[in-house]
């Protein structure tokens, strides 16, 4: 017997038939012996509606009151399988976050969990009861309902594993699975049967929608096995496991790539002590995330010119920033572009193996691809490149590393 979290994302529950459809998974695993939770999120498209009827109340709403009028959503998906499931014979009980509760901080639209409690649902779940939790929302110390910002099922699902010490937490979506890269960009991608949390972290904080960041950090942290797979379909998923499980590592696992990149240049900056503390420290004062930097002397040998990359987003909050301070940081100009993509070749293979750098930029360079800007850690090379390049590099690194599917 097996302890698991099972987890179904909005287009798994979007209408009756699918919740059925979950229902019958949900049962599959209880009459196979195992003890089960289940994490749900709302149907598809109503938290956009709920969000969308807040912003049209009030665009400066009350984020307390937002988190009540959003996180009704679960607790019609937790209602309705809990039927679904009494309905086909299997004992069931629904559960909001509060009533457990799902601790969290203060942080209202964006709340952390602190801790679950569990204590009831371990005794329901010993006697046989399906707990059907409801994802994406906890209670905060002021008493009050809060929710842990978009894509919060996912963390919800890993973090009530880890509070139950589960056996696996299964994540179920409309994707069956972690692939080499994006299969609609690569139709030759292959589906892994496994991916270490260092690796999934890095696919997820560069744009990959299958796992959200905050849930593949909470299981890295607390060693919780996830597996995706898909709602829709009886294919084997992927697992998201230690490094250790993983017997052979493959150099690279994957090619990923973010659209949601761009790039600033401030030319010929006096080039002396505290001028990136100048540069940088405001950025970070207006909360805005910087990535890549590189610094170049320029062409009059007495300055420099600095580059780096941020979220395109917030790319007009940061030029304000800039150009607010420009007596202070001593620039001549200040360049953006927003026509840039970050790719990404990611393997937890390159901490023993010499030369993934070099068949990424022999790759690029014999299909004509320029690199603006370069970044690496310990399993992951990064490049900036030209948007109109993007499809063109994933595919060309695909196959240069092997991972093209027979």
């Not at 963390?155 to 409309?174: E, G």
């Not at 901490?351 to 399993?379: C, P, W, Y």
């Amino acid at each position: 017997m097996a302890r698991i979290v099972m987890k179904f994302g909005g287009t798994s529950v979007g209408d009756v038939e699918r919740i059925r459809n979950v229902a019958r998974r949900v049962k599959a695993e209880v009459d196979a012996g195992n003890e089960v939770a289940v994490v749900v999120s709302a149907m598809s498209g109503d938290t956009n509606r709920l969000v969308g009827l807040c912003d049209a109340v009030s665009p400066m709403y009350d984020s307390r009151e937002y988190d009540v009028v959003v996180s009704t959503g679960e607790q019609v998906t937790i209602g309705l399988l809990a039927m679904a499931l009494q309905d086909m014979g299997t004992e069931a009980r629904s559960w909001m976050g509060w009533q457990l509760p799902v601790h969290t901080d203060d942080a209202h639209g964006k709340a952390r969990i602190a801790s679950i409690d569990t204590t009831v649902i371990e005794e329901r779940m010993a006697m046989g009861q399906v707990a059907v939790v409801a994802g994406f929302q906890g209670l905060g110390p002021d008493k009050r309902v809060t929710t842990l910002g978009r894509g919060g099922s996912d963390t919800s699902a890993v973090a009530l594993a880890a509070a139950l010490k589960a056996d696996r937490c299964d994540i179920y979506t409309d994707v069956d699975g972690i692939y080499t890269t994006d299969p609609r960009i690569v139709a030759k991608a292959r589906k892994l049967d496994k991916i270490t949390y260092e690796e999934m972290l890095e696919q997820a904080s560069l744009g990959a929608k299958v796992l959200q960041t905050r849930s593949v950090e909470m299981a890295m942290k607390h060693r919780v096995r996830v597996q995706v797979l898909s709602s829709f379909s009886d294919a084997p998923g992927t697992l998201v496991c230690d490094e250790d499980e993983i017997v052979e590592k493959e150099l690279v696992s994957g090619i990923a790539y973010s659209k949601d990149e761009a790039k600033v240049t401030l030319a010929k900056v006096a080039d002396h002590p505290g001028v990136a503390a100048r540069i940088f420290g405001p950025l970070a004062d207006a909360n805005i995330n910087v990535d890549m930097i590189v610094q170049n002397v320029s062409d009059d040998g007495q300055s420099t010119d600095v580059t780096f990359t941020l979220p395109r987003g917030d790319l007009v909050r940061a030029l304000k920033v800039l150009e607010d301070r420009q007596e202070d940081i001593a620039y001549k100009e200040l360049i953006a572009d927003k026509a840039v993509v970050k790719v990404s070749v990611i393997g937890v293979g390159m901490r023993s193996h010499a030369g993934v750098a070099k068949t990424m930029f022999t790759a690029l360079s014999d299909k004509g691809i320029n690199i603006q800007v370069i970044s690496t850690s310990e399993i992951k090379v990064s490049v900036l490149i030209a948007e109109e390049y993007m499809e063109l590099a994933v595919r060309a690194l695909h196959t240069a590393y092997g991972l093209d599917a027979a």
